[in-house]
């Protein structure tokens, strides 16, 4: 007797068939990821380094493992709601305590690398996803907002970082968008391909880092440094991301993963 066809014997007969395809979001992890930089009356986030506990050899002849060091937010990572002030007293606001049914979600993505490779401190704004809503559809509650800048591209600390005198310059959301975004279309959170979810001159909005305070105070997620965002469709990705079970944790490296037509 042939088992039964449930959607999910078909994800499995379509990532199979290769009509569904899995795109990695996904930097990757090591000494020479960059780690956002702080203005120096703040304490900074280590970068990663690993050492090695044994590798076949007289600490442990048949196996190979290292220790790791980084902070959570390092690389491609999951902000949770504690990472922020504004979320600190909300349900749920930790990695271990996070409702696991939100790790996974469907994927609106915005393309505007074109608009950032003109203007490096490119904001998205309300009337950018309207227009984006009108053209593809409107965004369901419980989708992620992915922002394709194609930043990932960037080569090497300086380049991704961007520092001037006057601070970072790279790409973000405008506060009113985040409001937008948050409030009136009940997003799970928003990722970007830049170091954190707030442009580079954020800190001097208002309020300031808009997608830290308004996204993490009403519950929502963050992804940060991630890539390949051009391999998606505007709509009809599933975002798969499932950070670290660290308790108390406010924030983690993870494995991104989107489900997309091929
Ligand atoms: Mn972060």
Redesign the pocket.
């Known amino acids: 007797m042939p088992a039964p066809v449930t959607v999910l014997s078909l994800l499995v007969e379509e990532l199979n068939n290769g009509r569904i395809k899995v795109v990695d979001l996904t930097q990757p992890l090591d000494s020479d990821t960059p780690v956002?930089d702080l203005p120096p009356q703040f304490a900074p986030s280590p970068p990663f380094s690993k050492e090695v506990i044994s590798r076949y050899d007289d600490k442990g002849p048949a196996w190979y493992w290292n220790t790791i060091h980084l902070g959570e937010?390092t690389g491609t990572?999951f902000?949770a709601p504690a990472?922020w002030v504004t979320g600190k007293d909300l349900a749920n606001n930790t990695l271990d305590t996070i409702l696991v049914r939100k790790l996974i979600g469907p994927a609106c993505v915005i393309d505007v690398s074109k608009e950032v490779a003109r203007y490096e401190d490119f904001l998205l704004t309300r009337e950018h996803v309207q227009a984006w809503e009108g053209e593809h559809s409107k965004i369901s509650a419980g989708s992620w907002l992915l922002l394709r800048t194609d930043w990932s591209r960037r080569q090497g600390r300086e380049d991704y970082l961007n520092i001037n005198e006057d601070g970072p310059h790279s790409p973000g959301f405008h506060p009113d968008c985040v409001k937008f975004l948050a409030h009136e279309r009940d997003v799970l959170g928003v990722g970007v391909e830049t170091v954190?979810?707030d442009a580079g001159q954020a800190g001097g909005f208002d309020p300031p880092f808009p997608a830290h305070n308004i996204m993490q105070g009403s519950g929502r997620f963050?992804l940060?440094s991630l890539c390949n965002l051009d391999q998606l469709p505007p709509v009809g990705a599933i975002v798969i991301a499932s950070p670290l079970k660290i308790v108390d944790g406010s924030?983690s490296p993870l494995r991104v993963l989107a489900l997309t037509p091929a």
Do not use: L, N
């Open positions: 956002i937010h990572h902000d990472h954190g979810t963050g940060a924030g």
